[in-house]
């Protein structure tokens, strides 16, 4: 029999084991390392020259055959991974080939280098499709030219920034002439084409891919839970990488920046790997997840598809950016821009989305969340003044929707800078609150300067900042909506918001230090307006897009059904016009006071466009600034320690609507107690409904920059001349025309007054509206101005530039008791009955039109609108008389 071993023996062979199998774990685990960069530009370089994914496989150490060459080929270890060291190889091994092109010889034309340079083209696009063992597309190609130029840029920037010691010199390396040459030559573009900031993109990528294929090693590597979750720990090491390849002391980079870098990395390789999946995209889907687990810290099994499927949009949009770009730089009319539009947004939807049929409202929609994108890298990157890197933005997001930047208006590039500056801070927001999860003291940047450095219009004020907090927090739900608002039913639709969880972390973020009251009830506010939001997007992107009636029938049609599925329970008349008030006030926002009233007019452009009578844009106009007024005073109050109404917030919401209107003479008590109840609605999270009131409004606006009472009388001489053609049923009453009134706003007189519909329907509104519109629109109106002339001088002259007529409506909450008698609910809702209290509201419009409106008993007597329009023609009988 055999002695038993010794306890000390025993120890140390169990100790022999365990070290043998640490040491076979490790040698397993660092067979399943991601490759480095030279030898992923290996592996890419044998598959762009012909070689086979199994001869070339050896490269990746993903098997060994015999030293003959006999025996079955190595076989791939993961084919889904292999085809993403591949993609992430091809930048580099595509600029080997490239650069050791023939461009032609020196004494060559111009036209014989653009041939030379278009066979090497030729040449890169059948590499690729070698490499891919699937058809490359002409407008693919343009973006993987650029994606070489900039690997190849990268290197010669990092080795400059290495080796400068002082700022000047490491902002010297972003304008590095060596590596503006080598983009050119890779790319076929000119050297002057190339910006700074395309450097700091390019760098900021390169850092991004680097470092999660870092922490990707790293958690491979990892032995249990703890220690893997130790990877995404911000190092030192990571910090400096990041600074290292920005031109910055990795002191200033804080740890909400290395999760911000790694979510970045992680969406781009989860792109690279539904581009080149195979047909396998269960597979993909799966190590793209296992990506973005890599990158926030969350195993596979706490990843919904919900997840996944918003981490690829945004994937999307910035490579559908980069690739529209690189596409239109190279197209040479409209029909090559056209064909870059169609060929780009099918495929990269297709790959998101796994559709092979995609709406024109879809593609439209995917161009301008491009244009978005575009816009958020030059607000993270440009480092000029403001009109220097809004003229860059105007630049590249026109690139990327596939247009020309003279076709963006001004508006557009405003609020393009605005949506950048809300991504770059919905970006740091969410970084911050995804390392505060694993770390509470986790260092942040501050996202509201962020989002103040990308608008470069100074420090925000306190009301300022909480506009743009409760902005973001809708940003964020309407980006989770657009995305559910795929679903097919509104059963889906709840579950897949259920499954995108973050949005609520990081609205407690943006709204810490409040109550959970009032808390609650911002994160309903954002919601209620983040559906309006997304599903008139919807609709707009498909609007403008139809061509016929039948397509805008069905524009129609789609937003009834994502209304419906969103659970909008107004009626989709209703939820349209909510959302082209916000379109007027962010447009109003986006722009600063000497822009806002083009901005506004533009706004009001793009509207007609969708559909909107232009008559009727006054009482757009209208919504939308009392609604400003009103969140003003609510996001006021909810900051408040007052008990009861602050009257700072009364003054908040008094200097906003001063300051969207252009008129310091618009706040009356009847206009604050009106944004107040308004207000308090919204702080207290109840529904705001649209109620249509039984009267007409018409404004007129003027050439003159002062008011006249004369001019004024002659326009109700016209109103009440139309409106004898609808007399009230029953009766010989003329209709009655209350509140007349001017108010000079933007420089601009508005003439304006109200015309009763009591007693007609919606057609006959209509018709009243349209006549009086038509009416005002031609006439002439010829009066003296008081002071201006004598006899034998001149007659001044003053027109009417534009007319705006429509029934009147209102916001209202369900049990509001401030709302105008006589008015009716387009919703089908129980209500609180409205007192008959009388209340006014005025607003402007574009250059500073106004409006007032008037509630009281539902049917104004005739007294005072008769006196007015017999006065008026008194007046305008006396003036003539003299004239």
Not at 51 to 76: A, D, F, K, N
Not at 504 to 513: A, I, R, T
Not at 576 to 595: F, G, I, M, P
Not at 766 to 772: A, G
Request: net charge negative; charged share 35%; aromatic share 2%.
């Amino acid at each position: 029999l055999k002695q038993p071993r010794s306890r000390g023996a025993f120890v140390f062979a169990m100790s022999l084991a365990r070290c043998a199998t640490v040491l076979i774990l490790a040698l397993v685990a660092a067979q399943k390392e991601r490759p480095d960069r030279e030898t992923q530009k290996q592996y890419s370089e044998c598959l762009l020259s012909g070689g086979t994914r199994e001869s070339c496989r050896t490269i990746l150490g993903g098997g060994q055959q015999s030293e003959t060459g006999e025996g079955p080929p190595p076989q791939p270890e993961d084919e889904v991974l292999e085809r993403l060291e591949a993609e992430r190889g091809t930048p580099s091994a595509l600029a080997e080939q490239l650069k050791s092109c023939d461009y032609g010889e020196e004494g060559d034309t111009d036209a014989e280098k653009k041939e030379a340079f278009k066979e090497c083209k030729d040449k890169a696009l059948e590499s690729l499709e070698r490499l891919r063992g699937d058809e490359v597309k002409p407008e693919e190609l343009e973006r993987e030219l650029e994606k070489a130029a900039e690997e190849s840029a990268r290197g010669i920037v990092k080795r400059c920034l290495d080796a400068a010691t002082t700022d000047s010199e490491k902002e010297a390396c972003f304008n590095s002439e060596e590596a503006k040459n080598e983009m050119a030559a890779i790319s076929g573009r000119d050297p002057s084409e190339f910006k700074a900031d395309d450097m700091r993109e390019a760098m900021r990528e390169g850092a991004a891919s680097d470092l999660v294929a870092e922490v990707s090693n790293c958690q491979k590597n990892a032995q249990d839970e703890d220690s893997r979750k130790q990877c995404m720990k911000p190092s030192d090491e990571m910090k400096k990488q990041i600074a290292d390849s920005m031109g910055r002391a990795s002191g200033e980079v804080k740890d909400s920046e290395v999760r911000e870098f790694l979510e970045e990395g992680a969406e781009e390789d989860m792109w690279s790997i539904m581009k080149s999946c195979g047909e396998d995209r269960e597979a993909c889907l799966e190590s793209a997840k296992e990506m973005l687990g890599t990158a926030t810290g969350k195993g596979k099994s706490d990843i919904s598809d919900d997840m996944l499927e918003r981490r690829l949009n945004n994937a999307m949009k910035n490579e559908l950016a980069e690739s529209m770009a690189a596409c239109t730089r190279a197209a040479t009319d409209e029909m090559a821009r056209k064909r870059c539009r169609e060929t780009l947004t099918d495929q990269l939807l297709s790959t998101a989305d796994n559709r092979t049929k995609h709406s024109k409202g879809d593609k439209n929609q995917a161009l301008k969340e491009a244009g978005e994108a575009a816009a958020k890298d030059v607000v993270k990157d440009c480092q000029g003044t403001r009109e220097e890197c809004l003229t860059r933005l105007r630049e590249k997001a026109a690139e990327s929707m596939g247009r020309r930047p003279e076709d963006l208006t001004e508006v557009e590039v405003e609020r393009l800078n605005k949506e950048g500056s809300k991504e770059a801070a919905k970006e740091s927001i969410k970084s911050c609150t995804s390392a505060k999860k694993d770390n509470a003291e986790a260092s942040c940047d501050d996202f509201l300067a962020v989002y103040a450095a990308g608008r470069g219009k100074g420090d925000l004020d306190a009301a300022e900042q909480r506009r743009v907090k409760q902005e973001l927090a809708e940003d964020l739900e309407k980006d989770d909506i657009a995305l559910c608002l795929k679903s097919q039913s509104r059963e889906e639709y709840n579950t897949c918001m259920e499954n995108l969880e973050e949005t609520s972390h990081v609205q407690d973020e943006l709204f810490s230090g409040l109550e959970e009251k009032v808390k609650d009830a911002k994160k309903k506010r954002a919601k209620d307006d983040a559906a309006v939001d997304a599903v008139g997007e919807i609709f707009r992107s498909c609007m403008e897009e139809a061509e016929t009636d039948e397509e805008k029938e069905e524009c129609k049609k789609e937003i009834k059904e994502r209304s419906e599925i969103a659970g909008l329970e107004e009626d989709e008349d209703d939820v349209l016009l909510k959302y082209k008030r916000n379109v007027v006030a962010e447009s109003a926002r986006a722009c600063d006071a000497s822009k806002r009233s083009e901005c506004v007019h533009q706004a009001k452009e793009e509207l007609v466009k969708l559909g909107l009578k232009r008559r009727a844009f006054g009482v757009v106009k209208k919504l939308a600034d009392l609604k400003e007024a009103a969140e003003a005073f609510a996001e006021c109050q909810e900051a408040s320690s007052v008990d009861g109404v602050d009257d700072t917030c009364i003054e908040a919401a008094k200097a906003t609507l001063e300051d969207l209107s252009g008129s310091t003479e618009i706040w009356s008590d009847e206009i604050q107690a009106k944004v107040q109840a308004l207000g308090e609605a919204l702080t207290e999270g109840r529904e705001i409904l649209i109620r249509k009131l039984k009267q007409v409004l018409v404004e007129a606006i003027s050439s003159a920059a002062t008011c006249s009472d004369a001019f004024l009388d002659g326009i109700i001489d016209r109103v009440m001349g139309v409106a004898k053609n609808f007399t009230v049923p029953g009766s010989d009453k003329d209709r009655d025309i209350t509140d007349k009134r001017c108010r000079v706003t933007f420089g601009k007189a508005r003439y304006f007054c109200k015309v009763s519909t009591e007693g007609m329907d919606d057609d006959e509104t209509q018709q009243l509206s349209d006549d009086i519109s038509e009416d005002l629109t031609t006439a002439e109106i010829t009066v003296r101005r008081l002071g201006e002339r004598r006899l034998g001088e001149r007659r001044l002259s003053e027109t009417i530039t534009e007319t705006y007529a429509d029934q009147e409506v209102e916001e209202t909450s369900t049990t509001s008791s401030s709302t105008s008698a006589g008015a009716e609910s387009t919703t089908e809702r129980t209500e609180t009955e409205a007192t008959t209290a009388t209340t006014t509201t005025e607003s402007t419009m574009p250059d500073g039109e106004t409006t007032t409106t008037t509630g009281g008993t539902e049917n104004p007597t005739g007294a005072n609108a008769a006196a007015g329009s017999c006065f008026g023609a008194v007046v305008l009988t006396a003036l003539t008389s003299l004239l």
